[in-house]
């Protein structure tokens, strides 16, 4: 008999573990509290479960719980909505709105009702990147920054050097610091993705001001002491609180805390891997390629097929990194967006579904091309392990022209070879990746050798 598996919600996350149960031969059953699928992505909210079996599997997906606090917000007479609310700029022409947060979801509201409102003012405490979806050339962006090449310069690269390298090529589309944008110091990277924000403040739609201090009846103060009068609408974008209401406690707390999440997936206290959490992530990078990948691995745990660590060594480390954190010894980097590559390639790991460059150089040297110097898409975890797709190789080698296809409506001169094999790759590419893999064994040789011969010496001296 199949097992069964409660998936709650139906957003993005709970439909890709849906299709990953079916995948391996349990049985789902999905609760949602609203009348449609699709989550976040159809603006609906979740707020409320029936009681589930405990027999059953879990595999959920975090409650998102509007989060605005502001000095005198409750003695505002305008209108207030959050942007889980906000649906179209219908209704707003004329007025002037402060939109709260400059997350990707503030900077796409704020662009959006400059079209039809008076004037839009975008509050930031923070600052941000602003990156646009088109790179160099005209090629997508995430394909042309989401290599594993790139990955892997970035980890041998001091963070210094890193940093000044990307501030310095995110101005050249223009100087943040003139358009108000510019990361407040000591704040850590941030970046947003908006084509059209650097126009819409260039052309005074929206006007760029810093975190707000607190409301009277029709005006706002900001922390510079300047204050904005005659608003008639405030926008929170300033993200969600995340919670698990329908757990009980300590089950509940521990899930709110990502340290104590199993690769952000499972939870450390549970003798039974029997509940996951899907997307209660923050990634560079496609969040629903992760939570499709985590789905994968989770459903496999809890078919038995993969095995993660005991319960009291998952709790043992995390309470010890807990208290490392309030010590101030290491940094709380929960809150901070994951690398994506290195946080997918360990998941695939976790399933056999990792591709591995040095034996794809040997078989396949042109797909090892492709899948080191190219855009690292979710094919790449379908060429091997469970999940396994006859198709991934072709779709990696044909991603560029079907990515510029759609473009193609009229008859032109060929165009340039995507940035993917550019004129220096071409002429030293296979030496790098030959130099690249030397240097991952000769580290992996060298860590091991340094391991053992630390582990003989505890041995010795106990």
Not at 20 to 34: N, Q
Not at 356 to 363: G, T, Y
Not at 388 to 400: F, Y
Not at 433 to 449: E, I, V
């Amino acid at each position: 008999m199949a097992k069964r598996v409660a998936v709650v919600g139906a957003g993005v996350s709970g439909l890709s573990s849906i299709r990953c149960c079916l995948d391996e031969g349990l049985e789902p059953t999905c609760f949602e509290r609203s009348e449609d699928i699709g989550g976040l992505w159809r603006f609906t909210v979740r707020s409320s479960y029936p009681v589930l079996q405990p027999a059953w599997l879990l595999a959920l997906a975090p409650l998102r719980q509007v989060a605005s606090a502001y000095l005198g917000i409750h003695t505002f007479k305008g209108q207030v909505l959050h942007s889980q609310q906000y649906k179209t700029p219908d209704g707003f022409q004329g007025k002037r709105i402060l939109v709260l947060g400059l997350g990707n979801t503030g900077g796409d509201v704020a662009v959006e009702l400059s079209r039809t409102a008076a004037q839009v003012l975008l509050s930031t405490r923070t600052g941000t990147w602003v990156v646009s979806r088109s790179s160099a050339g005209g090629y997508p962006y995430n394909m042309m920054v989401t290599r594993r090449y790139l990955a892997f310069i970035a980890q041998i690269l001091p963070s210094c050097v890193l940093k000044w390298i990307q501030e310095r090529q995110l101005n050249k589309r223009f100087n943040h610091e003139n358009y108000g944008l510019s990361i407040t110091k000591g704040k850590k990277f941030k970046s947003i993705v908006n084509d059209e924000l650097p126009t819409c403040i260039l052309c005074g739609a929206v006007r760029m001001k810093p975190g707000v201090k607190g409301f009277t009846e029709t005006s706002a103060l900001f922390e510079d002491g300047t204050v904005e009068e005659d608003i008639n609408t405030v926008v929170f974008t300033t993200g969600y609180t995340f919670s698990f209401p329908f757990l009980e406690e300590p089950l509940r707390g521990l899930c709110t805390k990502k340290v104590y999440l199993y690769k952000r997936v499972f939870p450390a206290s549970l003798e039974k891997a029997t509940l996951a959490t899907i997307g209660l992530i923050s990634l560079k990078g496609s969040i629903l390629a992760a939570t499709e990948l985590q789905a994968r691995w989770a459903t496999r745990v809890f078919k038995g097929l993969c095995k993660i660590p005991p319960s009291l060594t998952l709790m043992a480390e995390a309470t010890r990194t807990e208290k490392l954190i309030k010590r101030g010894v290491i940094r709380d980097t929960s809150g901070d967006k994951l690398d994506y590559i290195p946080y997918m390639d360990d998941l695939a790991a976790c399933i056999g579904a990792k591709p591995s460059i040095a034996l794809l150089l040997l078989k396949d040297p042109r797909l090892a091309w492709e899948v080191f110097f190219g855009p690292c898409t979710p094919y790449q975890y379908r060429l091997t392990g469970p999940g396994k797709w006859e198709g991934a190789r072709n779709a990696i080698l044909t991603q560029w022209d079907r990515t510029l296809k759609p473009l193609k409506t009229r008859g032109t001169p060929d165009p340039p070879t995507p940035a993917s094999i550019s004129h220096y790759l071409k002429a030293w590419g296979a030496s790098v990746l030959l130099a690249s893999l030397l240097l991952a064994c000769k580290s992996a040789f060298f860590f091991k050798l340094v391991r053992d011969k630390l582990q003989g010496r505890i041995s010795f001296i106990q």
